[in-house]
């Protein structure tokens, strides 16, 4: 908090000051709440997992190895796995954003007479869906099973949720008299949305291209049931398949000692590694979309 | 507010004239190729494979294909509603959805409002970085930390537990507190992730709007009640109308996880049972028809809860 | 914006034009194809352990294909196959083989129809070795034949293994340091564990790290290895695979635990167990993992006295291992005269159901028929089990086979087993007249398990035993009886729990019965009884 220098605290109004020493009370609260667990996890990454288990590990590592993220790094289908999965998310981002903006912009258009009927049309598919047997005779159809495809068209390739966010930032946003005043210097629909709509949305874009990425990064689903070359899996499978080739299963045991203590002893080192390398990616990214939620990163576009 | 300035115009066109769409469709032609692509794929993706639906009502025939089997009507309905478990299923998904509702749904917009307020930018970053992350732990992951930090006998939170004077509680094993373990956790993992939106709306409030209240000489907590929380009041009333719609659904697989057979008469929910009757032995009608109730149920509240937001607010999802 | 509109038609396009040309290659990947030296190429699925090498790395299966003539591009599933199976079979997109423990199921057999092929005629053709498994071994006929004669799944013989998955030990150097006997009934167990509790049984120092008893995690989904269930034997009864649902045979008659006075005189001692502290309080709730590592103590400390496990060294790890013994199953009390029996998994352990199967849309079924013959040759099936001559089995010269210890040595038998090879989720014949001398594990696991043998013998395998894996069911018999099963796990294994935790079993017991029986239990003992009896007398 050095930076809430005593100038600033000189001139504020007694309530303001207790307002932020509550403020920052209740943030620092949250964030060991937060934080706490996370950094457990990283302990618990480089521990022995038998000092995990019985609790002996709790503010620091005990047991220190790297022997969980050397059973990642060394098995080679993790660098296939982050290669697919970096070209499906960001592949598939981009199609999502192409296939959803425009049309959240046109569902924003109060003028836009099948609006009401087209939100319905979209948000029906929200809850009623055929269930997984037909969506998958439909993939099989259109030749999409087992090609990269199925990770950019399928049910989700336009978000209902994410349709709904923009529309409703465009809604709340872009005024109609924008509009209006543009279209007095000749704009059409098209040069509005590209010039004026999408560089004063940079927000809610951030934010829905955040939700399409992650959706495409943690996406495990349409791999498991969709893909059959293992050449074309993104990294959550891969990782699974790790994680589980490390986890000790109770039937397993009594078939024939799959219980063996080398199997187990480092399948929590490896369950806690994985998390730590499939999340890093998506962590150094953020910093860079968090800019966008700084107050006044709008200053006079929005009245301009 | 523009939301309702827009809302007014839409008012006054109304009262010139009624255009219909086909007669504005000359006009509008280029918002009709702007939303083309996403009505084509989702006709293809997502309609299409609707007809799966009445799976429900058929007796599922491998050789007949979907459509092909008998039809029966409502007999996996009324298996449904008959079952020795159903009113038990019902209470334990309403239970445990309406609590993550009430007390996880208002959570990220105060944790949003509390960041908006910090003025030091790396402990602002920090923070938020902070609370996002979490998000990204797989749920086999969060169970087992669960596991592990509550344990009675070696975990953190147990033995903090254990302190505070509540000798021989076990958190895990407990009914009474299974519904708190799972909403609480719930909110840890997403709190920071669901503010995000929020974030970004109050990113849009117009500066301008904040030096006039303090012109006027608002105090800190004035602003947030007259400039912040309007400015996100659209965005909550949206967000709260599809959180209605998910109200029979609970997260599948971290219930699935987190039961054992102490807290099972509370965990077992719906869409664990219909895992373990429907996936595990094939009963795909059984499982289709049981889906759909589900949506029903779910659309329906949608559908009330847009109607009252519309009367009291006119904000609608259409 | 002319950019912007172009570029979008052109995803229009690719849209549309996804649509149009999407029957068009599917043609292309059917057909009988072969490849430059005339083998039959197939497709094949396996539901592997986690822990399995990769198909192409294991020297046998390569052998074996050349030999059929065959080349099989096999995708390996690890995980999840419930889910991936259910889409797979209803959209009819199944590879010509699938390699699995029971993964295709008899239920699957009676709801895809004409997915699978009828084996019968082929094996007569092109099935020496299966033939001669079914000659050895009646049972893998019966396990493989449907009530029509029809053949889809083939079973397995795995020979080796011992009759009972779950074994009780007790740590003797505890008993030994507090001057105690062996416990022979429940109450002296209870004494015993009375005495871990209270003194400091493995002599650190602190008389309270002990944890008397430990059983592994109950899942909702019913009874099974490792259970506290097989203390139901102390009153004469003989459950299987650890109890399952709950149903027995005795007498032939079929029955469930789960509404017999003799459950509940154990649920009311295990009760009295843990309202003493003698049971780990986190019994119910903690993981597999956490189970087994407790068990393995701290250094030369042990911390669990009495506890169900496969095998020692598997279950306590190498450095308090030797301190548990396996010991006789014991009577419900000192008076009680009757039998006394355990969990018998013979037919479990050592047979298996549809561990292969054949899709119907094969091309060329006579090849993969071949194949599959190969699997079953002894000297085969021994590699499937234990991996390559070479590396895993040194064969003698006089013909007898030698399991040889792992290559890794941080690692133990049974992983190196799973790692090698296919191991116990491949099919498989394991002659009796093959002269194999085991690994260690195995051989441990034998010694072991003297206390067992010896309480089955007495035991009338016709009548006592419900032969649960070699009775096939309708399709419509087998959704009612889940469906009931489902709601009946869900009561019965709640208040196992809440009654061993919390008690209260005296003033529930009859309500209890009366709600059990109103799910539908006698529906489903009615069913299983008919089968039963045409069971027995088409073995007759």
């Not at chain 3, 002599?203 to 099974?224: K, L, Q, S, V, Y």
Request: glycine share 8%; hydrophobic share 45%.
């Amino acid at each position: 908090m050095a930076s809430v220098s005593m100038e600033r605290i000189k001139n504020k109004k007694p309530g303001d000051l207790l307002f932020d020493v509550v403020v920052y009370s209740v943030c620092i609260f949250i964030f060991f709440v937060v934080a706490y667990p996370l950094y457990f996890i990283v302990i618990a990454s480089v521990s022995d997992p038998t000092f995990v288990a019985t609790g002996k590990v709790i503010f620091f590592p005990k047991g220190f190895s790297f022997f969980g993220y050397e059973q990642i790094f060394q098995d080679s289908r993790v660098w296939i796995g982050y290669r697919n999965t970096l070209f499906y998310a960001i592949f598939g981002t981009f199609i999502n954003l192409l296939f959803t903006l425009p049309a959240a912009y046109v569902l924003s258009r109060q003028e836009f007479r099948a609006r009401r009927f087209l939100m319905f049309f979209f948000v029906f598919t929200m809850f009623f869906n055929g269930g997984l047997i037909p969506t998958y005779l439909l993939m099989k159809d259109l030749s999409l099973i087992d090609t990269p495809w199925v990770f950019i068209f399928n049910p989700l390739t336009v978000n209902v949720f994410n349709l709904i966010i923009a529309r409703t930032f465009f809604e709340s946003n872009i005024p109609n008299e924008m509009y209006e005043a543009a279209t007095i210097d000749g704009c059409t629909h098209f040069s509005f949305f590209q010039k004026v709509v999408l560089p004063l949305s940079k927000a809610v874009i951030s934010v829905i291209g955040l939700y399409y990425l992650v959706w495409h990064w943690n996406d495990f689903f349409t791999g498991l049931i969709y893909i059959r070359n293992y050449d074309l899996q993104p990294l959550q499978i891969v990782l699974r398949d790790i994680l589980l080739s490390n986890q000790v299963f109770a039937e397993g045991a009594g078939s024939g000692g799959t219980g063996g203590g080398y199997a187990q002893r480092y399948a929590d080192q490896v369950k806690y590694g994985i998390i730590i390398v499939s999340t890093l990616p998506i962590l150094m990214l953020y910093p860079f979309i968090q800019k966008y939620f700084e107050k006044g990163v709008l200053i006079g576009s929005v009245k301009g | 507010m523009a939301f309702i300035s827009g809302a007014k115009s839409a008012q006054d066109t109304k009262q010139l004239k009624k255009p219909t769409v086909v007669s504005t469709f000359k006009r509008d032609y280029q918002l009709w190729l702007m939303i083309l692509p996403a009505i084509i794929t989702v006709i293809i993706f997502n309609y299409i494979p609707m007809y799966g639906v009445q799976l429900a009502f058929r007796e599922y025939d491998f050789t007949a294909g979907l459509t092909g089997g008998d039809f029966v009507g409502l007999k996996y309905f009324e298996q449904f509603i008959n079952s020795h478990m159903f009113w038990d299923l019902i209470r334990n998904t309403l239970l445990i959805s309406i609590t993550t509702i009430v007390v996880g749904f208002p959570a990220p917009i105060i944790l949003a409002l509390l960041i908006n307020q910090i003025r030091w930018k790396r402990g602002k970053k920090i923070l938020q970085t902070t609370v996002y992350l979490p998000h990204f732990i797989s749920i086999v992951v969060l169970v087992g930390l669960l596991n592990v930090l509550l344990s009675p006998n070696t975990g953190l939170l147990g033995l903090l537990i254990e302190r505070m004077g509540f000798e021989g509680t076990n958190l895990l094993a407990s009914i009474k507190a299974f519904v708190p373990v799972y909403v609480i956790s719930d909110i840890w993992q997403h709190v920071g992730w669901n503010s995000i939106i929020y974030l970004a709306a109050l990113a849009s409030v117009d500066p301008q709007l904040y030096d006039a209240a303090k012109i006027d000489g608002a105090n800190r907590w004035q602003i947030i009640r007259n400039v912040e929380i309007p400015a996100i009041i659209p965005t909550i009333i949206i967000l709260l109308i599809l959180n209605m719609g998910t109200v029979i659904s609970t997260g599948f697989e971290k219930i699935f996880l987190m039961q054992n057979s102490l807290n099972l008469p509370i965990s077992e929910v719906i869409e664990t049972y219909v895992y373990k009757v429907g996936i595990i032995s094939n009963q795909f009608s059984y499982a289709a028809a049981i889906g759909l109730f589900n949506t029903l149920i779910n659309f329906s509240l949608l559908l009330i809860m847009n109607t009252i937001a519309k009367r009291v607010s006119r904000i609608s999802l259409w | 914006m002319k950019k912007y509109v172009s570029l979008f038609l052109l995803i229009t396009f690719l849209v549309v034009g996804l649509v149009a040309c999407s029957n068009d290659d599917e043609t292309s990947s059917e057909g009988n194809e072969e490849t430059e030296d005339g083998k039959v190429v197939l497709t094949g699925l396996i539901t592997k352990h986690p822990l399995t090498k990769d198909l192409e790395d294991m020297e046998w299966l390569q052998e074996i294909e050349d030999k059929a003539g065959v080349e099989i591009k096999w995708e390996e599933v690890t995980a999840d196959w419930d889910q991936k199976k259910g889409a797979m079979l209803a959209g009819g997109d199944i590879p010509d083989i699938i390699v699995g423990p029971n993964a295709i199921t008899d239920a699957d057999f009676a709801k895809f129809t004409g997915l699978f092929e009828d084996l019968a005629p082929l094996i007569e053709e092109h099935g020496p070795n299966v033939q001669a498994m079914f000659d050895q071994q009646p049972k893998t006929k019966a396990l493989a034949t449907q009530d029509d004669g029809q053949i889809f799944g083939l079973p397995k013989y795995q020979r080796f293994w011992p009759e009972t998955a779950t074994m009780q030990f007790i740590n003797q150097e505890w008993l030994d340091n507090l001057g105690l006997e062996t416990p022979t009934n429940w109450d002296e167990l209870f004494d015993v564990l009375m005495a871990f509790k209270e003194e400091d049984a493995n002599g650190n120092g602190d008389a309270n790290d002990e944890i008397p008893m430990d059983f592994a995690p109950i899942g909702t989904g019913g009874f099974g290895f490792f259970h506290p269930t097989v203390l139901l034997g102390s009153t004469g009864m003989t459950i299987s695979g650890g109890g399952g649902q709950g149903y027995f045979l005795e007498d032939g008659e079929v029955k469930n635990f789960f509404v017999d006075e003799r459950y509940k005189e154990m649920v009311v001692f295990m009760n009295r167990l843990y309202s003493n502290g003698l049971i780990n309080e986190e019994a119910f709730t903690q993981d597999y993992t956490k189970y087994q590592s407790v068990a393995r103590g701290e250094g030369e400390n042990a911390k669990v006295g009495y506890t169900y496990g496969w095998e020692r060294t598997d279950r306590f790890g190498l450095n308090v291992a030797d301190q548990y013994v396996s010991f006789d199953p014991m009577a419900k009390s000192a008076d009680y005269s009757g039998d006394i029996s355990w969990s018998y998994d013979y037919d479990n352990l050592n047979f298996g159901l549809n561990l292969i199967q054949m899709s119907s849309q094969t091309e060329n079924k006579e090849a993969a028929m071949k194949f599959i013959n190969e699997l079953y040759d002894p000297e085969v099936s021994l590699q499937v089990l234990f991996g390559s001559i070479g590396p895993n089995i040194e064969k003698a010269d006089d013909g007898s086979y030698t399991i040889l210890p792992p290559q890794d040595e941080e690692m133990d038998p049974g992983t190196w087993k799973w790692t090698s090879s296919w191991a116990d989720n491949g099919p498989m014949f394991i002659s009796d007249e093959l002269e194999v001398e085991l690994g260690e594990d195995m051989k441990a696991v034998g010694e072991q398990q003297q206390p067992f043998i010896d309480a089955f013998e007495g035991l009338d395998k016709e009548n006592d035993v419900f032969p649960g894996m070699f009775i096939k069911y309708s399709d419509a018999d087998n959704n009612q009886m889940s469906l009931t099963n489902t709601d009946m796990m869900n009561l019965t294994l709640s208040k196992f729990a809440e009654w061993i935790t919390s008690g209260g079993i005296e003033d529930e017991w009859d309500s209890y019965v009366q709600e059990v029986e109103a799910i539908g239990l006698q529906n489903n003992l009615d069913i299983m009884q008919g089968y039963y009896d045409d069971y027995k007398s088409s073995m007759e």
